[in-house]
């Protein structure tokens, strides 16, 4: 069965760039997670889907940031502006269920690895 | 606000070994709490989770405890390989949040 999988695995764009980050969740998984994780550190939380909408978008650092998930299953993070902060590896996962107090283990795509140059 | 941290940052230990990694987190009302692994380059690996009302999940010869009320969880390898090699990270849930992850306790185990 396929994972979580994540598309391009490497982009590297100069300041100012617009940028589209693809993920494709496991198949039947309604909820979807965008982290972002810097060199040394733990995945940092971006938002949060369950099915087409976002449920909390708290962690996107500013308006340059915004997710879409259409149909339900893939998403797509899109970056405008892009400045050299957001260099990182953007890491997507999906879950079976995103319900309060039920939630499932997560599963991780291998993340893409974005350099703003 | 919900803070996690993982001690040791890094560790280094022979072949066979059994060891024990450690997770923090400052807010006891979690809902879950869940062990991965990351090697280098790669996504991470989901190991073990905990659910709040648990104590503790077993899968090999690894073992997570949870101690909400004190804040902390452990990993527990026994008999480590080269094989477990990576970087471990822990995340908790917290009550009406999404996960927050420690930074990580980086893992060799040497032949």
Redesign the interface.
């Known amino acids: 069965g396929a994972g979580v999988s994540q598309t391009p695995s490497n982009k590297v764009t100069e300041k100012g760039k617009y940028v589209e980050l693809r993920c494709d969740p496991i198949s039947g998984h309604t909820a979807l997670y965008w982290y972002r994780q810097s060199l040394g550190q733990g995945p940092e939380f971006l938002i949060y889907f369950q099915g087409t909408g976002a449920a909390d978008d708290s962690g996107l650092p500013n308006d340059r940031f915004f997710a879409v998930r259409p149909e339900g299953s893939v998403s797509t993070l899109k970056i405008q502006r892009t400045e050299r902060g957001d260099s990182a590896v953007y890491l997507c996962a999906s879950s079976e269920t995103g319900t309060s107090g039920s939630w499932g283990t997560q599963y991780f795509g291998p993340g893409t690895r974005l350099t703003v140059l | 606000k919900q803070e996690?941290t993982q001690i040791p940052a890094a560790l280094s230990v022979p072949e066979g070994e059994n060891l024990v990694l450690n997770c923090s987190f400052t807010d006891s009302a979690i809902?879950?709490l869940?062990w991965?692994r990351q090697d280098p380059g790669?996504?991470?690996?989901?190991l073990l989770?905990i659910q709040s009302s648990q104590r503790e999940q077993t899968s090999g010869r690894l073992n997570a405890s949870l101690d909400k009320s004190s804040g902390r969880s452990t990993l527990y390898i026994a008999a480590s390989q080269p094989g477990d090699s990576a970087t471990y990270?822990c995340?908790v849930?917290p009550r009406?949040?999404?996960?927050?992850?420690?930074?990580?306790t980086r893992l060799s185990v040497l032949p």
Do not use: D, I
């Not at chain 2, 790669?42 to 989901?46: A, F």
């Not at chain 2, 009406?96 to 990580?104: C, E, I, S």
């Open positions: 996690v809902y879950n869940q991965f790669k996504g991470l690996t989901s989770l990270l995340a849930r009406g949040q999404n996960f927050v992850f420690g930074p990580g």
